[in-house]
């Protein structure tokens, strides 16, 4: 796999189910084993810096984790172990390469089709494998296979690379309208903050006017009251006067002053 697609898992699975699903891959009634081999020319998410992966699977007893070493057709017929080999890895890898890592280095091509190689650097064990490689490359209808599938490939290329700046610019886009929705809240909640700072205010200042009105109200009730209390005075000075009290003895009654009583 050259190059990396947004669905290209979708289409490994694809892919793995046709196997499953030939009958070419049957040997009389049962089911011929599937390993799976992934040679991919780009990283992978985590491990990018292992060059070869191996994923193998166990039988286990339920609650004990004990191993079974026995292989049972039907589970090896429904499942399969895979490995992974990440070719840039291989490239990056320092210290000694391993004799398969070395054949492997072969596909290194990035976009290329063809690549040239020394026989004499490659381990001798795997020489089947590099004829079998230079045979292919050789073979008029191959190439024109090849022909179609880089056609192919640079047409998915395209539509990948437009998908995923469609899908940038709808994660920008969605992420601005978040911003924009945040803001928006916040404004909205300083707002209904402001108006219930603004209604608190409002109350507090109709409670002091309250307040003050019935201040008032009491003080003009005691000015009342105070003078419809001298106006009594006033007029009981006025009868102890008219009945010839003395100025000292209406003054001790009543409060009054020698002035306000004189003039009565």
């Known amino acids: 796999q050259k190059i990396k697609f947004f669905n290209q898992t979708f289409r490994f699975r694809r892919y793995i189910g046709n196997q499953y699903a030939n009958k070419d891959n049957m040997k009389g009634n049962d089911a011929i084993p599937i390993i799976t081999i992934y040679i991919l020319g780009h990283h992978l998410q985590v491990h990018d810096d292992v060059p070869i992966i191996r994923v193998k699977r166990q039988y286990l007893v339920h609650g004990t984790e004990e191993v079974l070493k ?66 292919i490359s050789k073979d008029v209808e191959t190439q024109k296979q090849m022909d179609v599938e880089d056609d192919f490939l ?25 911003e924009e929705k945040k803001r928006a809240e916040e404004e909205k909640k300083r707002a209904e903050e402001e108006k219930k700072r603004a209604e608190e205010e409002k109350k507090k200042a109709e409670e002091e006017k ?29 009868f102890l006067k008219y009945h010839n009290y003395d100025i000292q003895t209406i003054i001790n009654i009543t409060g009054l002053s020698q002035h306000e009583i004189e003039g009565l």
């Open 70 to 135: 026995e292989k049972e057709p039907f589970i090896e017929g429904i499942s399969h172990d895979a490995i992974v080999i990440q070719i840039p890895a291989i490239k990056k890898k320092k210290g000694k390469k391993t004799d398969l890592e070395k054949v492997l280095s072969v596909f290194d091509v990035a976009m290329m089709r063809f690549v040239e190689f020394e026989e004499s650097e490659f381990p001798v064990s795997h020489y089947s494998i590099l004829k079998r490689l230079i045979y």
């Open 154 to 178: 640079d047409e998915l290329r395209i539509r990948e690379e437009t998908h995923e700046e469609l899908q940038m610019k709808l994660e920008e886009k969605e992420k601005l309208l978040e």
């Open 210 to 238: 309250k307040k003050a009105e019935e201040e008032r109200k009491r003080a003009e009730e005691k000015e009342k009251l105070l003078e419809e209390n001298r106006l009594k005075l006033l007029e009981t000075a006025k």
